[in-house]
């Protein structure tokens, strides 16, 4: 493979047909590359719907008060469903396997003051129960989250993220100093990693206290805007029943039909990422079935020229069959040219398509949409070795051609 001779053999033949050699080198390098950016950017697209839930536990199901669309029990349709503290106790003793779950109040349901000597800002304060965190995934920097503790004995705390910090504290550590929350003072007792997804769309980060503080202190009366809880069977089927068994405890306390799907919102996490991987799945499979097909275009391109490579040196065959080389060394020959050809041009379009997917994912901010369009390494490399396979495969038959040439014939031809 690495005699000197032969490699000469192989640089000459290639150079008496550059122009050919190229174009058939560019339909190799084509394919790896559009499979390559094909993969990156269904890759892409994945990674950046799965974005969506950074801060929510793919076990969890999400539920709203809404308003009813069907008599029941003798009462109208559209009666307005509030849900309440006590929903939260009764989801958490009926639903088998349940691991966290949180009501979550929001206080008058928009932008709040906080202030902190003389610096102001506006952020969504939301009451919250301790197991919030869990199924939030906020990853606290300092101090820490609410606890069992702040939530029985209705204590004024209030955990911020980076962004509150930075623009009511400045230099200062926040943890163990008072806020004023419309007016009211609360205690800072932890800080949690800043949201960069809000702040990418403008938003600030939301800041918690406990749920039993904020119903009393700002008079909720035990009403909870919704409840999130993750459950143990991370299933399809699990999910299913979870939600079914949600919505008939809350229509027996709420007195509404339970068929009635107007009457609460559901956002079903479980249901949701395997829509979305099943979505995606079959981008990826595409961007394969698509690549794939150029790939074969080439590798066919590359049998094709090999074939006419032999038909060209068929007098040079013979003489060499004549003089005592043998099978082998003729197949050798041919295949190392078509080995040559395949895995220098296949190389290239990797390389291009690597880097250009580098290029893109340094220029384009991530979204909620398309983030990082990078391909693994090594999914590359065997793409590119799977290629280099198919280029020897694709010199062999040519070789076994050759090698079957007759001196006696050969040298007859013209």
């Not at 639903?95 to 506006?122: A, D, H, M």
């Not at 623009?167 to 004023?180: A, H, N, S, T, Y």
């Not at 069977?233 to 699990?238: F, L, P």
Request: hydrophobic letters at 45%; charged letters at 20%; one cysteine or more.
């Amino acid at each position: 493979m690495f005699d000197r001779e032969k490699w000469g053999e192989v640089l000459e033949s290639i150079g008496k047909n550059k122009l050919r050699a190229v174009l058939t080198g560019f339909a190799v390098s084509w394919g790896i590359f559009m499979l390559i950016i094909l993969l990156g950017a269904s890759g892409g697209l994945s990674k950046g719907f799965m974005y969506n839930f950074r801060n929510s536990a793919t076990n969890s199901i999400h539920i709203w008060g809404n308003e009813t669309s069907k008599p029941w029990n003798g009462l109208p349709p559209n009666r307005e469903i509030i849900l309440e503290e006590g929903d939260v106790e009764a989801l958490r003793h009926a639903i088998p396997g349940i691991k966290n779950i949180s009501g979550q109040y929001r206080v008058w349901r928009g932008q709040t003051q906080l202030q902190y000597g003389k610096q102001y800002g506006s952020y969504g304060v939301r009451g919250v129960m301790p197991e919030w965190q869990k199924m939030e995934h906020q990853i606290i920097k300092a101090g820490r989250f609410l606890n069992e503790i702040d939530q029985q004995q209705c204590r004024k705390v209030i955990v911020i993220a980076q962004d509150a910090r930075e623009e009511l504290f400045k230099q200062e550590d926040p943890i163990g100093q008072w806020v004023k929350v419309n007016g009211i003072p609360f205690q800072v007792v932890g800080l949690y990693e800043y949201d960069t997804g809000g702040a990418e769309q403008g938003q600030r980060s939301a800041v918690y206290v406990p749920l039993s503080v904020a119903q009393k202190v700002f008079n909720a009366k035990g009403i909870v805007d919704d409840i999130l809880f993750t459950f143990s069977d991370a299933s399809i089927q699990g999910a299913q029943q979870a939600q079914q068994r949600a919505v008939h405890v809350l229509a027996r306390r709420h007195n509404f039909d339970p068929t009635d799907e107007r009457a609460l919102w559901l956002n079903n996490n479980v249901e949701n990422v395997g829509t979305i991987g099943g979505v995606f799945t079959a981008i990826t499979l595409f961007g394969w079935f698509v690549g794939i097909g150029s790939l074969i275009a080439g590798i066919v391109g590359i049998g094709n020229i090999m074939l006419i490579v032999v038909q060209e040196r068929t007098r040079e065959i013979g003489i060499r069959k004549a003089l005592g080389a043998t099978p082998a060394n003729v197949i050798g020959q041919v295949l190392l040219e078509a080995l040559f050809v395949t895995t220098l041009f296949g190389f290239l379009g990797l390389a291009g398509g690597v880097l250009l997917l580098e290029g893109l994912a340094s220029l384009i901010p991530g979204s909620e949409f398309f983030r990082d369009p990078t391909i693994d390494i090594s999914v590359a490399l065997r793409a590119l070795f799977a290629l280099i396979l198919a280029g020897a495969l694709a010199g062999y038959f040519p070789a076994r051609r050759a090698a079957r040439i007759r001196p006696i014939e050969a040298l007859r031809d013209e």
